[in-house]
């Protein structure tokens, strides 16, 4: 039998991982360095839930939700038990996953990589000597037997990659990627299964504290800017990722922050680059030849090169991540299009509208074999590969706690402008947004003067008090040189809009949504 390396800390993980890790190293300032080899993303059409009756009924089947059999899956299971028995030292970490203990569950990872370990110990909540004493059975556990292949001869698996979860017997079993996020939202889906049963809306978000104890929540999928933006050196992070809104406020489901790491510079983002020191881990991030430096700027190991850090590596993060009911909710978006404005006040039946639509762009390497070019992504809730039961459903709970709390909802555009991507577009610069949010923050932004946005029903300020915001980049149209080219990447975009509201939701749509879908304009009719 192996020995079980159960619990270790950070530094004896880092230790072990540059002993035993081939290609793991310390960068200048102490962070580990690893790969994870062929995945460096996640790998969607490998996710499989195991049907079994108790879920067979209140599971969204379909692309997302992709049924395996309890049989497959414990074909899965004794192989993942074989490898890491055959290894000779698997590493166990026991956490907790959620900050408000009355909702908290106990997660153990076994795993054959200390890389993998660390990334977990940072990722969730490391429990107190007294509390790791009686920890216990834990709640679900994850065996990640990431280096051995799966078996594609067993029904249900249709490549040498697998990532299942079990509700019934609160197991994700991984093979065939290295990949450390795929644990991360192993844990985000099944509290997205979890919480709703319990009423409370579990969300794909990142949540910051204001001095006066205002919260704002930003919906956004991977690189629209959650993690960025939430790290604000004026408000306290309550976390960067996955949140849970109860009937008492919003919790953190997690003890760390994973944020991506292209482009990283310490004059724009310095909380997040000061927290890549001993401890953190960076993932398939390239070292600058003759030394120990991260090279943020380089992706010729992938485009998504991450850090994972503890929550505490960023100074103004709330130690216990709890905090009150919403005042302001955020959807961000990365529009690849250009076309749309930098920010939004949205109606209620338009805040429905934006968030079970779920729009922004596919940014290459957050999933494998997403390929070079971003391609616009319709996907629900801001979170629909780790949806379990419908969008509506998680769309109605939404609905009800912004009615009840009176939340303000902006929708905010981190994407292009003057073009589209690749074709004279130019990422909004972070300044302009990090201004903007500042101007929603203090309420000035709720007291501007208004204009619709033609076709699309969005609330647009005609101007705003602001040194870093120029106004003419408030409406998108003004920052095109071609304007006949506007319009067709304009309208190009509402029929993609049209088509997928059409497909998804036309047929539980109210008539207030409805109204929200964007429509086809043109130009000689403004």
Known sequence: MPEYLRNLSAPELVAWAVKIEKDSTLSDRGALCVL???????????KRVVKTDDVSDSVDWGKVNIPLSEASFQKNKARAQAFLNSQPRPFVQDLYAGHDPRYQIKVRVITTRPYHALFMRNMLICPKPEQLATFGEPDYTIYNAGECWADPSVEGVTSKTSIAINFKTREQVILGSQYAGEMKKGIL???????????????????????????????????????????DPHRALIGDDEHVWTDKGVFNLEGGCYAKAIGLNPKTEYDIWNAVRFGAVAENCVLKPGSRELDFYDESISKNTRVAYPLYYIDNAKEVAVSGHPKNIIFLTNDAF??????????????????????????????????????????????????VLHPTFYGKQLAEKMEQHNTNVWLV???????????????????????????IHDGSLDKAEYEEFPGWGLLIPKAVNHPNVPN???????????????????????????????????????????AAVPKVISPSSL
């Open 36 to 46: 994870s080899y062929l995945k460096s993303g996640r790998s969607p059409t490998d």
């Open 189 to 231: 889906t099944i509290m997205f299964y979890l919480m709703p049963k319990q009423g409370h809306l579990c969300m794909h978000a990142s949540a910051n504290e204001g001095k006066t104890g205002d919260v704002s929540v930003f919906f956004g999928l991977s690189g629209t800017g959650k993690t960025t933006l939430s790290a």
């Open 338 to 387: 250009g076309v749309m404005p930098p920010v939004s006040k949205l109606t209620r039946g338009a805040a429905m509208f934006w968030f079970v639509t779920g729009y922004t762009a596919n940014v290459a390497g957050v999933e494998a074999g997403s390929g070079n070019d971003p391609k616009p992504t319709f996907s629900p809730c801001f979170g629909g590969p780790f949806l």
């Open 413 to 439: 555009n981190t994407g292009y402008a003057g073009g589209a991507y690749g074709k004279g577009g130019k990422r909004m610069p972070l300044k302009i947004t990090r201004a903007l949010l500042d101007l």
């Open 472 to 514: 003419d980049i408030l409406n998108p149209k003004k920052t095109w040189k071609d304007q006949k080219a506007y319009y067709a990447n304009l309208n190009k975009l509402a029929k993609m809009f049209q088509a997928n509201f059409d497909e998804k939701f036309a047929a539980k749509a109210d008539d207030a949504m409805r």
